[in-house]
């Protein structure tokens, strides 16, 4: 019976809105709308109103060119499945005044973001057995309202989530790897996270201090690379998370060279950076654990002087 029950979750049509419809979140919402899933984004008066006229228009070698329709408000007014959280840390607290806790009711808060701290922020808001974080690996751009252009040609999902219901778990899973991107749910809600955040950090944090590429910073900076890697290992798996620096050394070793952060592409256009969801925790964690990290600190350092010191755009 069980079984049955969840190849029949599997088709439901579930209702999703999704907070944030840039690169990945407007590329999840018309991956599931097109599946045939309810999708409402959330988004500024401007953009809902666009969304409402236009729909989401995708360009992508992996899933295809094509539009769809999508809803679009500027807050939730009624109950969801579940609420994919999709945009940057540095908007994070404003975006989620368009998510009051009563409308979304039962819902599950699904965040993608980068980092490993917003979970703890989520549940002192939301109902903490209802967060859902999930880590995504895509690149996948906004160009316009409503237009993502889909580069990469892959786009998975982790999902988990301490205490969720493993079913609810399982519906969005199998919902979004029908839709498109391959979902997977992990128990360990900490180590999905560090893995995420133990390749991330390096690579966001030297790209962006250099205003280089990847292939640049693994041949003329190998020496910082490797030393920050090794000590992102280490708070990673002082946390709970993979501790492999060989491994993760060899991921950037097989990424494309002409491959930027998208911190680094944040900081070429003059956009907030997420330094503190990125680097700053990695810090606390690293001070929390009692892990010495002295080149993520100093790396830290000079990037918090640059942004203070480099005009943002408006």
Not at 8 to 24: D, K, Q, S
Not at 25 to 30: I, K, P, T, V
Not at 62 to 68: N, Q
């Amino acid at each position: 019976m069980a079984h049955d029950s969840a190849h029949h979750l599997a088709h439901r049509e579930l209702t999703v809105a999704v907070l944030g419809p840039g690169g990945t979140g407007g590329l999840l919402a018309a991956l599931l709308a097109r599946a045939g899933h309810r999708v409402i984004c959330l988004a500024g008066e401007t953009t809902a109103a666009t969304l409402r006229t236009t729909g989401i228009q995708v360009r992508s070698a992996a899933f295809g060119d094509f539009t769809t329709p999508v809803e679009a408000d500027t807050e939730l007014r009624e109950p969801v499945d579940a609420c994919v959280v999709a945009v940057k840390h540095t908007s994070l607290d404003a975006a989620l005044d368009r998510v009051p806790p009563p409308a979304l009711g039962d819902g599950l808060i699904v965040p993608v973001l980068n980092g490993v701290e917003h979970p703890a922020s989520l549940r002192a808001r939301y109902r903490p057995d209802r967060v859902a974080p999930a880590v995504i690996r895509v690149e996948s751009t906004r160009i316009a309202p409503g237009v993502i252009e889909h580069g990469s040609p892959f786009a998975e999902l982790d999902l988990t989530g301490d205490g969720v219901p493993r079913d609810r778990l399982d519906a969005l899973a199998a919902a979004l790897t029908e839709a498109g991107p391959r979902t997977r749910v992990l128990d360990d809600e900490s180590a999905t996270l560090w893995a995420k955040m133990s390749f991330l950090a390096p690579f966001a944090l030297l790209t962006t201090l250099h205003g280089l590429p990847l292939g640049d910073v693994r041949s003329r900076h190998r020496e910082e690379l490797t030393a920050l890697v090794e000590e992102t290992a280490a708070v990673s798996g002082a946390s709970g998370g993979p501790a492999d620096p060989a491994q993760a050394l060899a991921r950037y070793d097989a990424f494309p060279a002409t491959m930027k952060s998208s911190m680094q592409r944040d900081a070429e256009a003059g956009r907030p950076l997420e330094l503190d969801a990125i680097g700053g925790a990695l810090l606390r964690a690293a001070d929390r654990h009692g892990v010495k990290v002295p080149v993520a600190t100093r790396v830290v350092r000079e990037l918090t002087d640059a942004a203070r010191t480099e005009p943002t755009a408006p």
